[in-house]
Each structure stands twice: as structure tokens, then as C-alpha cells.
């Protein structure tokens, strides 16, 4: 598996040789991928039969779905690559819209597989036209057989067999990946509903484009629709970005919303997850705060890339993972020799590199390996080159233990900080207070601080 440079707009992959479907042997040719054992030129992850065909069929064309959307401003697109992870007892599809205002995740859990798995690992695989043809025609009781391998995913049916390619990866995507673990994991279990209440809130929602922020607070074995948030209430900018769960509520069990602590006082939109629960599996939907925000430009991950105090440590926590369904805080603190502070920090490093993603059903850290790394995010992210040129610069100065300015003469701006957090007089700083992540200013202080601290510590 080669990943583009930093300057490349997409991850690109080459194949030795096509993959190939003869005397009903199919073969599935790869470039390469990462297994619990480390990177292989052709590993295969599972082959088998998914035993609820008819809503694995249909949640895989929901992420297909996401996966070709742009939500706002819609516009024809290509489609995108989802990203699968083989955990051992479970596959992980990840997605995300064209507008990376959107995350999809499909779990097909162990109670759907009946297959074996042969490696551990994460790759990229292709759902496009054909492919999609193939599954619309999956029905019930129709048996449906898979195979995952490093660059394709293949599906059987009674109608005969499609193998799809990968197309490249785009550094939206990767941005949005880092950035997602950081928003999700500050999130919490907020509403439940059953299957049927799932089918009339979700059929009953504002068709179109609803404008403004909607607010979804439990209401008994229900869910309603408010115009201010309160206690309990889940943000839902854009319910029109939960249409494709709409062909799967034939299948639906159960209906949850995640998201952060939010009360009367709060009148901005934040982030949601919306987790359809089906036969055997989960398909997730994670809403960024508005349909014109992409994750990918959210932020979140500045403060964990701007700092090298817990690299260290996700170097030696990122070598005991093997590909884990749920990682266990507790026990790689453990056997790293390390405090659960330290582990924390060094999984949300190990999030910025792709290393680690967040399931919010489990309220978990869960281990796949994307193909790329964290220096390459930090060149995606402007603010961060822009602290970093101003802190080599030195052109931030501390009038005070809380108290720096950032810059020079008219363009020099005040930095304070209150114990972990920080505010700045810049613009950025008036508009977001903080909810899109930290300005450079911020960024460039703590990084000249946190030198100075280490520098002090070393004597």
C-alpha cells in the first residue's frame, strides 16, 4: 500500500496484477496492507457468509451513499473509497461524505459473520456502480458471501460475482478522520428509542434543507423536535443528512443519539451521532455542527499535534496494538508502565495519526491503521504551520507567567491563559471562542511555553 506525499492531493495505490474471477475462483489482487503483523504485499482479512444478507446489503448502499454526497451545495461527484478494518470478531467500514460534513460507519458485528478471518487489519475498498447493481438485487433469505482482502471488496450473490477497485483516498478524508476521534470521545449515550419510535422520528423529520439548528430532546419512549437546546438535548443541524437511514428502518431494532453535554444557556450547534441499531450490526452517522462545517476544518486535533509531550508515549502505546475491537486504557497504561493521564493524551496522538478511531456504542478507543501520518496532517493544517513559523520566528513574547504577545506591532495580539485554557484577542478568537479549535496565536504561545517547561525540567 503507497501513500501520496505531502504534496499529493490523494492517497494512491498500484496493483501487481488485476484480480481475476475464473472457474468460480476468484481471486483478489492487492498492493499491499496493514495486518497485526505488519505490512503484507497481498493478506487477505476474512472470507465468509454475512447471515443477515438483506440489511448488510442495504447499509453497505447507505454508506455508498454517503460516501458520493455533498451535502451542502450539492454538486455530481465522484465516489470515495470506505475504509474497512477486519478487529477479529467484527468489520468496520468507515466513510465519509464529499463535503466531509458527514461520518458513516457500518459495524457488521461477530452475530453476522460466519466466516474466518485470516489477518487483522485495516485497508480501503471500492463500492462504485456495478458493485452497488449487484447489491440492490440482494433480497431476503439471499446468501451472501464476502471477501475482504488488502485493495477490494468482493461480493457474491445468486446473480454472480463483482470485484471493485480502490480509488484514491483524499486528504479531506484524513483530516476528518484525526479530527473526528477528538470531537466523538467527548460524547455520551443521550436518547434511546425502539425500532418503530426510530421509524416515526426519523420518517417525521423536516424534508429539504431545514435551516438553522434543530434540537432533539427525549420525550418518554419518544423523541421531539425543539428549537433551544436544554438538558439531555442532541444537536441536529441538517436532518436532511440522516436520509439514508431511511431505506434501512425496515431492518431497525433500536435508535440512539450521541453527543457533548449541552443546556439552556448553550444556543450553538455542536456535533451528533445517530446510531441506527440492525440485525447483527450498527450503522453510524456522525453529524459535523452545520452542513456547512466539514470536520475536516473543525480543529479539535491542534492542541494534540502541536505538542510533543505525549509523542513519546503514543511511539510506545501505538507498538502494543493489535488491531483491538475495543483498546483497554486501563491495560495499556498498564503495560506501558505509564498513568492513565499519559494515556489519554498519547491515544489522542495515536487519533491524529489515523492510528485509533472512537466508537461511541462502546464509549471506546478501537485500533485500525490508516495510510498516513500525523506530520502529514500537521501540513494540512494552516493555523498549526503558522504557530509554528511564529514560534521559530520569535515572535511570541510572555509579559507574564499567564500572559503573552503574540506577533509585532499592529499585527501583535494577547494571549491569556486560565489554567488549560487560553483566549486571545485576535478576530478568530471573537467569532469561535474556541469552538473550532485553538487561533495560531494560542497555538504559538502554548508551544513556546511548553518548550520552556520541558527546557526548565531538563536541568
Known sequence: MASGTATTPVQEYSYARPSSLDGGLLGLSTSGGTTAAGPQARPRFFSGLLTEAAPAAAALLALADVAQTR???????????????????????????????????????????????????????????????????????????????????????LDGAVVEKKVPLPDRWLRGFAELQVITSGFDLRAEVSGPEAVRFLRGLPGGRARGTLWVVPAGRSLRISSRPGPGAVSLAGPDRLRTMLPLLRF??????????????????????????????????????????????????????????????????????????????????????????????????????????YDTAEAGFFHRELPYDPERVAAMNPRLRNARALAASGGVRFTGPDLAVVGTGDRSRQVRFSGDQASCTCRWWAEYRGGRGPCKHVIAARLVRDAALAEEGAR
Open 71 to 157: 451535502y451542502y451545495q450539492p454538486r455530481p461527484t465522484t465516489m470515495r473509497d470506505p475504509v474497512v478494518t477486519c478487529n477479529g470478531d467484527r468489520l468496520r467500514m468507515e466513510s465519509f461524505s464529499a463535503c466531509c460534513g458527514v461520518y458513516g460507519r457500518l459495524d457488521v458485528l461477530q452475530a453476522a459473520l460466519d466466516g474466518e478471518v485470516h489477518e487483522r487489519g485495516t485497508t480501503n475498498v471500492d463500492v462504485n456502480g456495478p458493485l452497488r447493481e449487484a447489491l440492490a438485487r440482494v433480497g431476503t433469505g439471499d446468501p451472501l458471501h464476502l471477501a475482504v482482502g488488502a485493495e477490494e471488496l468482493a461480493v457474491t450473490t
Open 252 to 357: 431497525a431494532r433500536a435508535l440512539r443519539a450521541y453527543g457533548p453535554a449541552v443546556t439552556a444557556r448553550d444556543g450553538g450547534p455542536v456535533a451528533s451521532a445517530w446510531e441506527l441499531e440492525l440485525p447483527g450490526m450498527r450503522y453510524v452517522l456522525t453529524l459535523s455542527p452545520e452542513p456547512h462545517r466539514g470536520f475536516s476544518g473543525e480543529g479539535a486535533v491542534l492542541d494534540a499535534l502541536a505538542t510533543e509531550e505525549a509523542a513519546d508515549d503514543a511511539e510506545l502505546l501505538g507498538a502494543l496494538l493489535s488491531f483491538e475491537a475495543r483498546v483497554e486504557p486501563d491495560l495499556l497504561a498498564e503495560r506501558a508502565g505509564i498513568d492513565a493521564r499519559r494515556t489519554r493524551a498519547a491515544l489522542t496522538q495515536l487519533g491524529t495519526a489515523g492510528r485509533v478511531g
